[in-house]
């Protein structure tokens, strides 16, 4: 069996809580090193995550001949450079969603992969949770009829970092970093999801505005899309509402009834039918990447097919660009 040794770029909070805990969780898969252009940051989290050796240059990391997978958990803005550094080095990447901050960027990558033949896979772990894989189960079943619309609906209120000077915004409500704002951030996750249940996502058209300026980057979305099965859909986002207004749900509207669940907070899936509602209650691991990671290990290690690749990523940036107006 192969052993994997990691080298994560970044060491954020997505690395605390969501994913890094679960690389060295997996059979055969450890984290040998870690970087940080911070140097107080990447010396921290080795110490107190018992990793060997810390860097603070991605290229040095890359070239450590421990290291023979990487992590980019970055920013968006620099996701491509990083993957494509690693790729050509003959690393495996695992890469934070969304796979790039445009749609050019994920052509780039995917470029670089088929001509070097090394994988690259994206964080939409999502895909891999048993709450998701739920909803899929009961779309596939049929109990809710045949599909007739799907709808997104996602309001928060401003956070308190949204009031910022302009210079100490956080990154996700830097365009340039981020892609977008967090529309850019949160809505891959639904989409991705949504093309898991229904197929790609062929059309994609979207109107965005800054209502409340707090920012440069969007705050309110509205689209609309078409998937290559025929089945139309809609979203709403806004990140500046009033409290009283919050929601995060998904409604699949069928012939025989209809679905709701959420993204974000897992609250318990709905499903409606003639004969009734039922509250299903599906938790999820610990460290919610774990399946995920599991699979992208497994496959590395020739004992597992993990779909969860740039590839099938892709699609995601395309409609959130087209919604944007950005292509």
Known sequence: MKILRWGFIGCGEVTE??????????????????????????????VNHGVPRWYTDAQQLIDDP??????????????????????????????EKPLAAS??????INSISERTGVPCFVAYYRRHLPYFLRVKQIVDD???????????????????LDYNHPENLPWRLQPDIAGGGYFYDLAPHQLDLLQMLFGVILDAEGI???????????????????????????????????DSARE?????????????????DYAPIQLHTSEGQQNIIVPNPPYVQFPLIKQVIEHLQGRAVCTCTSVSATPVNWAMDRILGKI
């Open 17 to 46: 809580k969501k994913s890094g805990p679960a690389f060295s969780e997996v059979e055969g898969s450890s984290v040998v090193a870690v970087m940080s252009r911070q140097e107080q940051r990447a010396r921290t989290y080795a």
């Open 66 to 95: 421990d290291v023979n997978a990487v992590y980019v958990a970055t920013p968006p803005s620099s996701h491509a450079t990083f993957a494509i550094m690693a790729m050509k080095a003959g690393k495996p990447v695992y890469v």
């Open 103 to 108: 749609y050019e960027d994920c052509a780039r």
């Open 142 to 160: 049929g109990l809710i009829g045949r599909v007739m619309n799907v709808q997104v609906r996602f309001a928060v209120p401003p956070r308190e």
């Open 208 to 242: 965005s505005t800054n209502r409340a300026h707090l920012y440069q980057a969007e705050d309110t979305v509205s689209a609309c899309f078409r998937f290559e099965n025929g089945l139309s859909g809609s979203g709403m986002w806004c990140f500046v509402a009033h």
């Open 248 to 264: 995060d749900s998904i409604e699949i509207i069928g012939d025989q009834g209809k679905l709701i669940f959420s993204v974000f």
